[in-house]
């Protein structure tokens, strides 16, 4: 069994900030995949269903980002799981918008759903980091991600989600590289290799006429210039 955690804020008003990308992956998650109707457990939302051949639990801890590690304390003793058996997704400033990162265990980097995180079960778990960008200096951060995502990132946001769901299979079965090949399959699509760009499609030649060899006498000439 795994334990899917999302990090974010509960309730409509913070559903579209960037700092709750990771409510928004659990969500294509359990749309893409069938996963039950969501329901209330462990200080927060929850939603069980398989990927593959492995049973998953789907955790959106609705205690705020920074205690979020409360709740997904609760779900592993619970379940008897391990640190290694958790994946928590969130969004990661250090990485450009759209990219995609996965990593075992480490430090939490300031983040302070990860700071919860530690506090509870320890940092030997496995994370899905996605990047939102930097606003560019630190004191924009806290305004930044606590912001709706822009018009101009729901493409890539779209694309990003969509290769999550595609990959969350593989990522239960414990192989990230599948999962991170199907995510670059959505971010950025393969271009077919019989398809040319229009500047490089040929132009039909265009056909020159030969010039007609004049077998004519030098006297019948001059008689067909006075007719």
């Known amino acids: 069994m795994k334990l899917f955690v999302g990090l974010g804020n509960p309730g409509p008003k913070y559903a579209g900030h960037r700092h709750n990308i990771g409510f928004m992956a ?3 998650i359990a749309d893409d995949h069938g996963f ?13 269903g398989r990927l593959g051949g492995e049973k998953v639990i789907l955790l959106k801890p609705e205690t705020f980002m920074n205690l979020s590690g409360q709740s997904v ?20 400033l250090d990485l450009a918008p759209g990219k995609l990162r ?39 951060v806290s305004h930044y991600v606590l912001h ?10 779209d694309d990003l989600l969509r290769g999550i769901a595609d ?22 699509p393969a271009r077919s290799s019989k398809t040319k760009p229009v500047a490089e499609t040929e132009k039909p030649a265009v056909k020159q006429e030969q010039p007609v060899e004049d077998n004519r006498s030098p006297l019948q000439k001059l008689v067909d210039k006075f007719r």
């Open 167 to 188: 990959g969350a299979p593989d990522l239960a079965d414990g192989d990230s590289g599948k999962f991170m090949n199907a995510v670059a399959l959505r971010v950025k």
């Open 102 to 140: 996965v990593k075992a265990g480490g430090g939490h980097a300031g983040h302070n759903g990860l700071r919860s995180m530690h506090q509870h079960i320890g940092a030997d778990y496995q994370r899905v980091r996605m990047g939102i960008g930097h606003p560019g200096h630190k004191d924009l």
């Open 36 to 48: 039950a109707p969501w329901r209330g457990k462990f200080q927060g939302s929850l939603s069980e």
């Open 148 to 157: 709706d995502f822009s018009k101009e990132d729901q493409t890539w946001l």
């Open 26 to 28: 659990l969500d294509r």
């Open 73 to 92: 304390g609760e779900a592993m003793r619970f379940y008897k799981l391990t640190p290694e058996d958790i994946v928590v997704f969130h969004d990661e």
